[in-house]
């Protein structure tokens, strides 16, 4: 073939090609989705991301892929999170140590109010303080007054620091002049297992982390966080019943994802989650385990609503002496 052929040849192939549909992009989703949980198994996150994963990926034609990444009170999982890219194949479930962590910590990894797309609240509840089924104290008051007069000598566990079990305790120890020794786990269920292996005495994990120790009579609920009782434990009374003034404390999670995620998707998600929350399933599962349907009227409420509790904690731990007090 002589040159004079080959550009023949070759500009008829190139036009073809210009000529030709473009390839259609494929619809999403068209992979698997990865749902980070900066949790441990077996915790009130983890167990509704479990629920997700069914329901949500039924809905949406593709599975959501469940991985747990706890340590740091979330920070390591929360962390990953910012650093996917915002396609919508990479979703988290944060709790509200998401916002407490930066108050807690000088440096944390990320910006909890730019570095994230939020969606939609999905659930909450109060902490509940909990003693071994074995413990002499029988109320707050009780262990309150034992703490004060051995200070220092007992012991409570937390899911990590800057978890809302440490906050929790802490405002608790703070309003009541006691102290006892906080030793940090890497998840929730550890606040129960600590105290039933006799290495902690209390905790003050989240009612829903609770709810099947109570039930089996391995640990005893001497007070609720929330502003009223809890209807699953309504003989439970609240701190502020127990221990004028008392405090409320109210634990969240929700659906997040990277920054800049496109709006239709984030649409799609809230849409996803809203209808879910609908058709009781999600419901069924919280009511399990004593936990609270949240719902967003938007995201840009569920964001706002993440805004104003990290203004809220951010005073309670500057009150307490408990900000900014980590590296």
Known sequence: MNRREWLATTGAAALGSMLLPARAAAPYPNRPIRLIVPFLAGSSPDNIARTLSAE???RLGQPLVVENMPGAG???GANALKRAAPDGYTLGILANTHVINVHMYRKVPYD???DFTSIAAISGGPTALVVPAASPYKTAGELIAAMKKAPGKFNYGSGGKGSIAHLAVEALLHQNGCDAVHIPYKGAPEILSSMLGGQTQFGMPVLATATQYLRNGQVRALA?????????FPEVPTLAEVLPPGFVIDNWSGLFAPAHLPAELTQLFFSALTT????GRLDAQLKANAGELRRSASPAQFNTMVANDSARYGELMKSIGMDGDIS
């Not at 609720?224 to 699953?232: G, L």
């Not at 879910?276 to 058709?279: E, S, T």
């Open 74 to 76: 979330g920070i390591i």
């Open 112 to 114: 909890a109010a730019h």
């Open 56 to 58: 949500l990926g039924a």
């Open 224 to 232: 609720v966080s929330s502003a009223a009782r809890s209807p699953y």
């Open 276 to 279: 879910l929350q609908a058709n």
